[in-house]
């Protein structure tokens, strides 16, 4: 299979120099396409290799599940890799990948820095690199073709939002905890930051403690039962996905608290068991974030290896859900 790759690269650098005298900047090619002559050759099989996070959540299960069904539907040789959260199990596939010769890679990086140096080992190896679901700190974009995924920032606004609209005339304060997803994630952070942004407006909403959860039932139930160790009135449980938002309703349950009535409760994702719960009541407010992120990022791969060229930045829709509207989507919900 023909890739993006040297022989573009040259094609494309001869083009510049000849026509536009030297290309400073010829590898800064965001969009990943090739030059004229390196279409893909028909009939040969496409190999993608991607680096999933880890099985934190239902979430992550259901984007695993995606972007399997995906590849094979398109006939792609899929090499997928489980990083087990770690970093450096990332870091590790990718240059599996690259030895390997994949005609593109695609991950989901488990925090935003850290990757310049192997993405950069990709870019020399002619190997284009796709981002889903979260994204990279890199100063440097040309190290990737495009970002796919949600923005993480407007999710928290969604929630800040949701929460200000409930206390827009209380006159007493509003004790919130806040279930941070893992430290360093583009999630975590952005999530944090868009809900602090919108409830900065009202004085009266104060976050009396944060810490992260990551991303997991287990350590969100732990958490939560310290918050409530620590302090006698909170009012909000702000969690940044819904498995940590569950564990944290069996703690609130376990200390004889009603969840969703002595503690309103938000939270991101709205999968399956966090839709459930809010349909009874135990999560007043959830916004979505959408994992079905398979069939896109096969478009995706086809068009960079076909040398067509793709959006830097694509961002997944999606919605929020009230209590009310979680119990009418539930029946439909395909994840
Ligand atoms: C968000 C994704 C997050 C989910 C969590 O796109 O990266 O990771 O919100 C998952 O459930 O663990």
């Known amino acids: 299979m023909k890739r993006f790759g040297k022989m573009s690269a040259v094609l494309a650098l001869t083009f510049c120099m000849s026509v536009l005298g030297a290309c400073a ?9 090739a030059s004229e002559g390196s279409a893909t050759k028909a009939g040969t099989t496409i190999t993608l290799g991607f680096s999933q996070v880890g099985a934190e959540s239902g979430w992550r299960s259901a984007n695993t599940k995606s972007i399997q069904d995906s590849a094979k539907e398109a006939g792609y ?22 030895q390997q010769k994949v005609d593109v890679i695609a991950f989901s990086p ?20 796709v981002l889903t679901d979260r ?35 209380t006159k007493e304060d509003v004790n919130i905890v806040e279930l941070q997803g893992t430290t360093g994630s583009a999630p975590a952070n952005d999530r944090m930051a868009g809900f602090a942004e919108v409830i900065a407006a009202n004085p009266h909403l104060k976050v009396i403690a944060s810490q992260t959860g990551d991303f997991t039932r287990a350590k969100g139930k732990e958490v939560m039962q310290a918050f409530l160790k620590a302090n006698k009135d909170i009012d909000v449980l702000y969690a940044h996905n819904d498995d ?43 916004v979505e974030c959408n994992p079905m992120l398979g069939p896109q990022l096969m478009k995706i791969v086809k068009d960079v290896v076909d040398g067509k060229s793709v959006e830097p930045r694509i961002v997944t829709e ?18």
Do not use: C, H
Request: net charge negative; proline share 2%.
């Open 25 to 33: 900047n010829g590898g800064n090619n965001q969009t990943g396409a």
């Open 77 to 98: 040789n899929l090499k997928f890799s489980d990083a087990q959260q770690k970093q450096e199990n990332q870091i590790k596939a990718i240059r599996s990948f690259i």
């Open 110 to 129: 488990v925090v935003e820095s850290g990757w310049d140096t192997v993405l950069k080992e990709a870019k020399d190896a002619g190997i284009p690199v």
């Open 135 to 169: 994204a990279v700190d890199s100063k440097d974009t040309s190290l990737y073709v495009t970002f796919l995924g949600s923005d993480f920032v407007e999710e928290g606004r969604k929630a800040g939002k949701w929460l200000s609209e409930q206390y827009k005339d």
């Open 244 to 286: 940590m938002a569950l564990g944290a309703i069996q703690a609130i349950e376990a200390a004889g608290l009603k969840p969703g009535q002595d503690i309103k409760i938000i939270s991101v994702d709205a999968v399956k068991d966090g839709m459930q719960a809010a349909s009874e009541g135990k999560i007043n407010f959830i």
């Open 318 to 335: 999606e919605t929020t859900f009230t209590s009310e509207q979680a119990k009418e989507a539930l029946p439909n919900r395909a994840y």
